[in-house]
């Protein structure tokens, strides 16, 4: 109990902050801060499983959570039946076209010695394949985009349960990770870096451009949900009952019926937005106690030792006989997965989906800036990580105008330095990150929650 | 004549514009390359420091302006650059002393002082947003254009016409100025040559006497003089935004690494490779057909390979392509 005596005091710590804004800002937006941290903690542990337990640097985490986001919409949204007779033949056969591409070179590959002849032979192969997808798939593509191009435009999914695309998301994430992996793995950490960066943004071209597939920046509106909708919940008998019997206090004070009534109605629809934030809540911290049992699980198993025995000397690792190639590979992966899980549930959450939005300071090096500062390697500290850092992200704001106001106490409202800094606060969270994390880089390199490591 | 006309549309719309674009990333690309090859980290600040570079050279120019001072035909920023490369340098040898140092004299693992440049970056993009703010300017005055496409036209007698803008042309001029004399800096000075001992083998260099923090300092104020003059020259090609200048991080670190990273005539040629790929795969050449076949084989598509829409996607294939087959870059940079 001692030694977990500071993870119970931070984590305490951080839940008292979100309650206070509950108190003093409002549940609604306390609620909203909460959900975005457990989803962001989600994200920070997948980017903790690859850095913290293997070393290994994803900076390609947007592409990842675009990837889970992409699944939620070809999971939930119903397909749209005129597209697919305009143009999913040609779709299909490109479909198949790409597969015959990737086995013919897979052939070439295995079947020939390593020579110029071969290389060429693989470049003939991808250029004439290019080009006859591109004329199979064009009129297809515009044949479909042609559809009703104000609402769909594109070939819609699955029409299934959102909830399924969680699930989804994290295969699409893991497979583009195992594609990824395969050829990037072999660099240099600082090379993996870039590399990851660069074909996340690659990743997120495609998303954006196709719009067949995701109806590129127009974007995906109207989700499904697996939470209740408000309009439908102020309407419910026992939800109107169940607020009333909350507020029963503040109503009995009021004497006058319609007034009553009227305050009643007012309680309803705060409670209806808190009660769908609530429920969303759960499912995602169902989502995040999954993860860290089996994150913990793994950590304290003998493959996380082997992990840690890699991630320290690799040479060593290697002499014992572990495959660190293979084993890459797979922490790659499965990190890479819960990446997308946690960006299918973004999107589930929102119930739109915007390519436009996917920027890779966002997505990418704010949740690296999670990792750092949660502490990496350690599961408690990751998730603690996407806390602090969402709710300075998202509380920067409030507290910067703060600081200018009192800073510039003794100037004029009028004066032009103290207008420019109020209409500058939005960025003063860039700075509180920047300064963050270099302070904690500096004098805490292990992060708020050091990674400790005790054999059962 | 058709012949002429189809050289002159590729002129116009392929090699001048891509050679413009990929001076200024060749720019920035030496500029990388240098941070990695003495300093030994990816500097992932890359992109908002020429920001910050640019921004002080914008507050110059509208000094400069505002006093009634510019310099006719040519643009007034250009005045301003000397006095935003002292800014500049100053604010890099500040985050060198109270940032990067630290971890230098630590002998930390280059992957940290990424990180740690993670942080410059997220605190110089709050500088600069906070300071002129994240909108779109534009700072250039004095002549836009040096040859005008009807001008061109009428002298040739041509269909097509030529437009070279002056930017264009300041560009071109001022990059092969600046890296001439950064090569000349580099391969014929002592202090380059002992730059160069020093990135090479940093143990043998220290052991000859040389003096690291002169050539930290150094590095840092060529760095500064690299990121202005790039920022500028792109601003002033196009427009000054913040959020673009980070973006433009990515192409300049794809130009480094093709062109093989640490090594600062790979990466300015790298430049141009991954600009003319970008240019040439996205540009649509229906018109160029039309003029170079016969009427009875004239294309119906647009003949583009790749919509402009992958314009960035380009570059990094390029990149993935090169890191696979070429892990160390086409010019042979640092073994990786």
Known sequence: ?????????????????????????????????????????????????????????????????????????????????????????????SLFLIIGIVLAIRFVLKRYQKSKIRNYIIAAIIISGIIIIRLVSEPGIEAIEEVNPARTGFLGGLGLPIIFSWIVGAFFAGGLAFIIGK????????????????????????????????????????????????????ETEWFIN????????????????????????????????????????????????????????????????MMRAIRDNEEAANAMGKNVVKQHLLIFVLGSAIVGIA??????????????????????FLIWVMVIVGGSGNNFGAILGGFVVWFLWIEAAPIGLYLVNLTTAGLDDTHFLKVHLIESVPYFRFLMMGVGLLLIMRYRPKGILPEKIEIK | MDFLNALILLLNYIFVPALAYGSQLAIGAIFVTLIYGILRFANFATGDMMSFGTMVAILFTWYFQSMGLTLGFLPTALLAIPFAILFMGLYMLIIDKFVFKYYRLN??????????????????????????????????????????????????????????????????????????????????????????????????????????????????????????IGGVLYGLDKSFKPFTYFNNMLPIFAAAIVGGIG????????????????????????????????????PDGLIQLLSTDYKFAVSFSILVIVLLYRPSGIFKGKIL
């Open chain 2, 263 to 298: 090594n600062p005539f790979g990466a300015f040629l790298g430049g141009y490779v991954i600009a003319f790929s970008e240019i040439l795969l996205t540009y649509a050449y229906k018109k160029f057909f039309m003029y170079v076949l016969p009427e009875s084989m004239e």
């Open chain 1, 343 to 364: 960006g299918a549930m973004l999107v589930t959450q929102d119930g739109l989906f915007t390519p436009g939005s996917y920027r890779p300071l966002r997505y990418t």
């Open chain 1, 183 to 234: 050829v990037a793995l072999g660099l240099r950490a600082d090379y993996l870096a870039i590399a990851t960066l660069l074909i996340s943004e690659i990743v997120i071209a495609i998303i954006k451009h196709e719009d067949w597939l995701t109806r590129g920046v127009k974007n995906v509106i109207g989700l499904k949900r697996p939470a209740p909708y408000e309009v439908n919940l102020q």
């Open chain 2, 107 to 228: 002998k930390s693992p280059p992957v940290q002082l990424a990180m740690v440049s993670i942080g410059v970056m997220f605190v110089t993009q709050a500088v600069v947003r906070i300071i002129i703010g994240p909108s779109d300017r534009r700072f250039f005055d004095g002549e836009k254009f040096l040859i005008k496409a009807n001008e061109f036209k009428e002298m040739t007698g041509l269909n097509e016409g030529l437009a070279i803008k002056s930017t264009q042309v300041i560009t071109i001029v001022v990059t092969i100025i600046l890296v001439s004399t950064l090569f000349w800096f580099l391969n014929k000075t002592k202090t380059g040559k002992s730059m160069r001992a020093y990135s090479d083998n940093e143990d043998l260099a220290l052991l000859s006497g040389i003096d690291p923090k002169k050539i930290v300092m150094i590095t840092w104020m060529i760095a500064a003089i690299l990121a202005t």
């Open chain 1, 1 to 93: 109990m001692r030694k977990n005596l500071n993870v119970i005091a931070a984590y305490s710590i951080m839940m008292g902050l979100i309650i206070l804004v509950g108190i003093f800002q409002s549940w609604n937006i306390a609620l909203s801060i909460f959900n975005l941290c457990l989803i962001s903690a989600v994200m920070t542990m997948g980017a903790n499983i690859q850095w913290g337990y293997a070393g290994l640097i994803n900076f390609g985490i947007m592409g990842f959570t675009a990837l889970g986001g992409l699944a939620a919409v070809l999971i939930s949204v119903n397909p749209v039946q005129e597209a697919w007779s305009a143009g999913g033949t040609n779709i299909l056969l």
């Open chain 1, 242 to 305: 169940l607020v009333e019997k909350f507020n029963s206090g503040k109503l009995a004070l009021i004497s006058d019926i319609t007034e009553r009534q009227a305050a009643l109605n007012q309680f309803v629809i705060e409670g209806s937005s808190v009660f769908v934030k609530l429920c969303y809540s759960g499912l995602f911290l169902v989502v995040v106690i999954i993860l860290l049992i089996l994150t913990q699980k793994a950590l304290y198993s003998p493959w996380g030792r």
